[in-house]
């Protein structure tokens, strides 16, 4: 990305996941700064310093407009999770019972 498509990014509508993590890559790799960015894309420091935070803790997600998707998804994968574990303590727990009971029958003969 040429240093003048770096700083203006100004034809963009709507400041993606992905728009932000290539502007974050961008300042990180010090292709501009963020003042200078800010300025050309009329966006406040503070803003694109979020963007930069929430990039270093979550990567790409993190700057997803909607973060509560990939949650969503997070959780319908515990619950599936916690489903298999329940049915795996279950047959467990038949087994067990029975061993119990074949123990027993041996035990009374």
Same mark, same amino acid.
């Given at each position: 990305?040429a240093?003048n ?12 996941? %992905?728009?932000k993590? #290539? ?5 990180? %790799?010090? @292709?501009?700064?963020?003042v200078?960015f800010? @300025?050309?894309?009329?966006?406040? +420091?503070?803003d694109? #310093? %979020? ?6 803790k ?11 998707a990939?949650n969503? #998804?997070? @959780?319908? +994968?515990?619950s #599936? ?6 049915e +795996?303590a279950?047959?467990i @727990?038949?087994l067990? %019972?029975?061993?119990?009971?074949? =123990?027993? =029958?041996e035990?009374?003969?």
């Open positions: 990305m240093v498509e770096v700083l203006n990014m100004s034809d963009v509508k709507r400041w993606t996941g %992905k728009k993590a #290539e502007a974050v890559l961008e300042i990180i %790799k010090g @292709r501009c700064t963020l200078d800010c @300025r050309a894309n009329d966006l406040s +420091q503070s694109v #310093e %979020k963007w930069m935070d929430d990039f270093v979550f990567g790409t997600d993190g700057l997803k407009s909607n973060p509560k990939s969503i #998804e997070h @959780r319908k +994968q515990v #599936e999770l916690q489903q298999v574990i329940g +795996q279950l047959h @727990r038949v067990k %019972k029975s061993i119990e009971l074949q =123990e027993q =029958e035990s009374d003969y």
